[in-house]
């Protein structure tokens, strides 16, 4: 698939100069080029790092469930190596385990509680998780305390799930386009709706939406990246087309939430209350801001379609020819190639299927279990090896033979490794932050500037603590267990539902979603759509602007009304 390269990106002919020094610089040596995304990761990782050195560490005692206790936050002391007297080289590095060791214990100028939390404040040890943050990313685990590391006891915090996921879509895709099936099929599809394309924009992102709402849909997403892509060039629209189709319909869908069991279910939960409470406020925000993003798409869709000038991204020549190939002198669909796409097309709705969390839905709804089968275990590492298999199968039924479809696969994965190492490392700036404890410290900052406020005061500062809390946990389900059991008691206090606290932490959750740079799916999902990020914040500010003005209305009103 070729490479889109905006026309800024094509070197200008350079021409002599007349003022003596000789030829003129190239514009585009002139020209700033916003680093890929490699580099903004890296400078957002160094950048937590050296947080980490002036934002105090601190923790909340937990009760039995996991959960933050109110009024128990308590700064952790220092249990650094040096300061036991030590080389932190040669010293066991109380980090490992995360708590104090012999020696840090019976140092003279530090002596935490043995068996408690401490924090390494060496430089040496500091650098080591800054070292180790990408690995860690990548396969770290979590202990109890909540310190991640590769030789820790506990559950996996690092993405190698995701990873390999990633892998296996772009292994299948792969695969399935080596048939021409998928070529073919968008091609079909193209020619259908090349004079009604804003319609399949509305429909796509109506069912990515449902899937946001429903069980929140969003790391799911990565595998629809590259099929996009080629059915909107094709529709001569340009790539951010593709990306925002996936993007602002599965994130609208998130950020108004009616059932999602990781966000809603999570934090209705924890505030103690059933996930249906609130359940109106969520659905009209739902219809709202889904209605806003389609509106958004298509403006930007049919202006790049009439003007390609004003791509953000700009549609090269290469792109062009690539999207008139694909509605040109479509062939029929042969017998296999309408086999392969029946597989592909049951794959991807296999895992759709073993996504969703059926049973604790009707529940929800009908106060019983799903009346058809579904997965006991069904997530990333059940879909990668989905994929895998399906790519064997497909080649077996394209005649590939066994070195053409092995050959493919690992050309395939190859080809999607870039989005899966950014994602490794987008988890690896989390692990920083976790391993100093300073989130638990910016949540009780947090927690302190909210009380004492008005109803329609309170219901907007919990939602704008909820997008600071947001930028530090992209995890929905981990936000939602850290500030659900200290925001809503808090919100007795302050006379406003807890269902509104839910509201409003969803709702910052799913918008710093679709916009920070620690999130796997935005850095993966841009890469795969070969669109810069910063082209990507030039086209969405303006759209999280009016969510954000919508929400903060939403959420004021129904608490000032509560």
């Known amino acids: 698939m070729a490479v889109t390269r905006s026309p800024r990106d094509v070197d200008d002919t350079a021409t002599p100069s007349g003022n003596g020094h000789g030829a003129e610089v190239p514009d585009e040596q002139k020209r700033f080029k916003f680093p890929t995304a490699f580099t903004v990761l890296a400078l957002v990782l160094l950048l937590v790092w050296i947080a980490s050195f002036f934002v105090p560490a601190g923790k909340y005692t937990t009760d039995g469930a996991g959960s933050p206790v109110p009024g128990t936050y308590h700064a952790l002391p220092s249990c650094s190596a040096v300061a036991a007297g030590g080389s932190a080289i040669v010293v066991d590095s109380p980090g490992e385990s995360g708590t104090a060791p012999a020696d840090a214990t019976n140092a003279p100028t530090a002596k935490p509680v043995p068996g408690e939390n401490c924090v390494d404040t060496s430089l040496t040890y500091r650098f080591k998780q800054l070292w180790n943050a990408t690995p860690n990313g990548l396969y770290g685990v979590e202990a109890t305390n909540g310190f991640v590391g590769p030789w820790e006891l506990g559950v996996l915090y690092g993405s190698a799930a995701i990873f390999l996921f990633v892998l296996a879509v772009g292994a299948f895709i792969t695969v399935t386009m080596k048939t021409l099936a998928i070529q073919t099929g968008i091609g079909r599809l193209a020619l259908r709706y090349q004079s009604s394309g804003s319609i399949l ?114 549609v090269s020549p290469t792109d062009a020819d690539e999207a008139r190939t694909l509605i040109a002198d479509v062939p029929k669909l042969t017998g296999r190639q309408k086999l392969v796409l029946t597989l592909f097309t049951g794959t991807f709705l296999t895992m759709i299927y073993g996504f969703i969390p059926w049973n604790d839905l009707w529940q929800e709804g009908f106060s019983r279990s799903f009346p058809l089968p579904t997965f006991s275990d069904f997530y990333f590492p059940e879909a990668a090896g989905l994929f895998l298999v399906m790519a064997v199968v497909i080649g077996l039924i394209a005649k590939l033979g066994e070195e053409g479809t092995v050959t493919t696969i690992i050309a395939g994965a190859s080809d999607f490794l870039s989005a899966a190492l950014i994602i490794v490392f987008a988890r690896g700036i989390t692990v920083v932050m976790r391993n100093s404890y300073m989130t638990d410290t910016i949540l009780h900052w947090m927690e302190k500037a909210v009380s004492g406020s008005t109803s329609s005061g309170f219901a907007i500062l919990a939602f704008l603590v909820n997008i600071t809390i947001a930028f530090l946990v992209p995890s929905s389900s981990g936000h939602a267990a850290l500030v659900m059991p200290i925001l809503a008691p808090l919100a007795d206090f302050a006379g406003v539902s807890r269902s509104i606290v839910v509201t409003a932490f969803q709702s910052a959750s799913g918008l710093v979603n679709l916009v920070t740079p620690t999130s796997a799916v935005i850095m993966g999902g841009l890469a795969l759509s070969k669109v810069g990020y910063d082209r990507y914040l030039k086209f969405v500010w303006p759209f999280l602007l009016a969510v954000f003005v919508i929400c903060c209305a939403f959420i004021g009103i129904a608490a000032a009304a509560g």
């Open 201 to 314: 924009i509305a429909l796509l992102m109506c069912v990515f939406a449902l899937g946001g709402t429903s069980y929140g849909m969003w790391e799911e997403t990565l595998g629809f990246f590259v099929l996009l892509v080629p059915l909107m060039l094709a529709l001569g629209f340009d790539r951010l087309v593709a990306a925002s189709v996936i993007f602002l319909g599965a994130g609208a869908g998130v950020i108004g939430s009616t059932v999602n069991p990781f966000a809603t279910g999570v934090a209705s939960d924890a505030a103690g209350i059933s996930i249906g409470v609130g359940i109106g406020l969520r659905i009209a925000m739902w219809v709202v801001l889904v209605s806003l993003a389609i509106a958004y798409v298509i403006w930007y869709a049919r202006r790049v379609k009439k003007e390609p000038a004003k791509s953000i991204v700009g």
